[in-house]
């Protein structure tokens, strides 16, 4: 996951810097909706990595 989280930063870095930079309205909707879409999925990826360590932790015993 951490691999994935990785990738898709660099691409909404490389979106964000396109979309600063483009003056050009259709490029700036494809940026946009790149921004989006990456910053859905490095979200997505930090919550399932967060649910897949917390299989591993150890449960308290009940009193």
Same mark, same amino acid.
């Given at each position: 996951? $951490?691999?994935?989280?990785a990738?898709?930063? #660099? +691409? %909404?870095?490389?979106?964000?810097?396109?979309? +600063?930079?483009?003056?050009? $309205?259709?490029?700036?909707?494809? $940026?946009?909706?790149a #921004?989006?879409?990456? $910053?859905?999925?490095? #979200? +997505?990826? %930090?919550?399932?990595?967060? =649910?897949?360590?917390?299989?591993?932790?150890? =449960?308290?015993p009940?009193?």
């Amino acid at each position: 996951m $951490a691999l994935t989280n990785a990738i898709s930063s #660099v +691409s %909404f870095i490389a979106a964000l810097i396109v979309l +600063s930079e483009t003056t050009d $309205a259709s490029i700036s909707l494809l $940026a946009g909706v790149a #921004v989006a879409l990456a $910053a859905t999925n490095i #979200v +997505s990826g %930090f919550l399932i990595t967060d =649910r897949i360590l917390k299989l591993f932790e150890k =449960r308290k015993p009940k009193k």
